[in-house]
T-cell receptor, first 115, second 119 residues
């Protein structure tokens, strides 16, 4: 079984600052993938970034980067230079070989970016 | 390039009625997943389908819920005799065929969701 834990129910950051959203995971699979999704107030789920368990480099996509620490089973999302439009819920999710077809989600972190 | 489409976006039903939720996957995607999001919760997997085949329905409630993905047309999630506890957002996602092993990039892309309210 897989489990995702997001311990921060809410985070506040000022515009243009960087912010880190925490995610830890638990799995017995050797091969797995980690994902971050953004859910703005409009409700859709937007894919942000992917990290494979065998990837040696941390994933980056524009202002998003994933701080992957495999030994600690953490996959924190770093947003650099926050923008007002970054205000949203952020979900960490994973897929492993045992449930290879499905995503297991954390409960999410609400990020609020202030001017 | 259209993304995953879901309709309706909002659906209101009275207790005991049926709800039908539709999902059209992204072009080129043959695999569809349904997830449910209860208020202030993350998404929970319900069912995974490919055309004319249910691959994994381990997250589906045993009664009243069914899903299909016919050869032609959208995937349908059907809830019979809805109850208030069925009120939630239902998301559909699609992907290319998943692969095992390292380096997966068969990301699931989500539709905008259907918000079901049961009165």
């Amino acid at each position: 079984a897989q489990k995702i834990t997001q311990t921060q129910p809410g985070m506040f950051v000022q515009e243009k600052e960087a912010v880190t959203l925490d995610c830890t995971y638990d799995t017995s699979d050797q091969s797995y993938g980690l994902f971050w999704y953004k859910q703005p107030s409009s409700g859709e789920m937007i894919f942000l970034i992917y990290q494979g368990s065998y990837d040696e480099q941390n994933a980056t996509e524009g202002r998003y980067s994933l701080n992957f620490q495999k030994a600690r089973k953490s996959a924190n999302l770093v947003i650099s230079a926050s923008q007002l439009g970054d205000s949203a819920m952020y979900f960490c999710a994973m897929r492993g070989a045992s449930g290879y077809s499905t995503l297991t989600f954390g409960k999410g972190t609400m990020l609020l970016v202030s001017p | 390039n259209a993304g995953v489409m879901q309709n309706p976006r909002h659906l209101v039903r009275r207790r005991g009625q049926e709800a039908r939720l539709r999902c059209s996957p992204m072009k080129g995607h043959s695999h569809v997943y349904w997830y449910r999001q209860l208020p202030e919760e993350g998404l929970k997997f319900m069912v995974y389908l490919q055309k004319e085949n249910i691959i994994d329905e381990s997250g589906m409630p045993k009664e009243r819920f069914s899903a299909e993905f016919p050869k032609e047309g959208p995937s349908i999630l059907r809830i019979q005799q809805v109850v208030r506890g069925d009120s939630a957002a239902y998301f559909c996602a699609s992907s290319f065929p998943p692969s095992r092993g390292p380096g997966w990039t068969d990301t699931q892309y989500f539709g905008p969701g259907t918000r079901l309210t049961v009165l």
